[in-house]
Antibody, heavy 122, light 110 residues
Framework: QVQLVESGGGVVQPGGSLRLSCAASGFTFSSYGMHWVRQAPGKGLEWVAFIRYDGSNKYYADSVKGRFTISRDNSKNTLYLQMNSLRAEDTAVYYC???????????????WGQGTLVTVSS | SYVLTQPPSVSVAPGQTARITCGGNNIGSKSVHWYQQKPGQAPVLVVYDDSDRPSGIPERFSGSNSGNTATLTISRVEAGDEADYYCQVWDSSSDHPRVVFGGGTKLTVL
């Protein structure tokens, strides 16, 4: 079955960096766009970033542009999120999710990983 | 930027029908997707492309989209439907496409 497993979360000081990973299995990873979505404690869902199936296009939320970088390694079936200059407001559970399409900008998210918690605190 | 507006909460008795709205400027021209999230769990897709249901989602879940409002309808509500529900669209109106989520609606089963 299709499965996404995030890792790499933890506690980091403000201004620090962290890299999240999302291991994919059960589908042809190289054929689908992928997303990162986050959820701050007690808050709603916030989209973070999207990468097309081949990595040719990447889109970011304004709140993370210039600080976060989404990437993928199709040979390893793995999605990444490099997070730099972290702030307290980046504290959240980070989910990776599979897009329904390779790169069309109309799709839905299915499935989602179980999430990994990032806490930015001194 | 594009904004999706959902009511913070909806309450309904078991067996009744719950309707959760998602408002956006000319949202009827977009494809709307809906997610259910129970406490401590990842979101799950319940409706895609306005009104289609993924396999495994009960027929009690349905969707519609027209004008400035999309609606998720849950018929014959059960206690297990109590959850947060989010609508989602793509905003491709600029050179920087982005995904937009509604603020979420907490469904309470009385």
């Amino acid at each position: 079955q299709v499965q996404l497993v995030e890792s790499g979360g933890g506690v980091v000081q403000p201004g620090g960096s962290l890299r999240l990973s999302c291991a994919a299995s059960g589908f042809t990873f190289s054929s689908y766009g992928m997303h990162w979505v986050r959820q701050a404690p007690g808050k709603g869902l916030e989209w973070v970033a999207f990468i097309r199936y081949d990595g040719s296009n990447k889109y970011y939320a304004d709140s993370v542009k210039g600080r976060f970088t989404i990437s993928r390694d199709n040979s390893k079936n793995t999605l990444y999120l490099q997070m730099n200059s972290l702030r307290a407001e980046d504290t959240a559970v980070y989910y990776c999710a599979k897009d329904s399409y390779s790169g069309a900008l109309t799709g839905w998210f299915d499935p989602w990983g179980q999430g990994t918690l990032v806490t930015v605190s001194s | 930027s594009y904004v999706l507006t959902q009511p913070p909460s909806v309450s309904v008795a078991p067996g009744q029908t719950a309707r959760i709205t998602c408002g956006g400027n000319n949202i009827g021209s977009k494809s709307v997707h809906w997610y259910q999230q129970k406490p401590g769990q990842a979101p799950v897709l319940v409706v895609y492309d306005d009104s289609d249901r993924p396999s495994g989602i009960p027929e009690r879940f349905s969707g519609s989209n027209s004008g400035n409002t999309a609606t998720l309808t849950i018929s014959r509500v059960e206690a297990g439907d109590e959850a947060d529900y989010y609508c989602q669209v793509w905003d491709s109106s600029s050179d920087h496409p982005r995904v937009v989520f509604g603020g979420g609606t907490k469904l309470t089963v009385l």
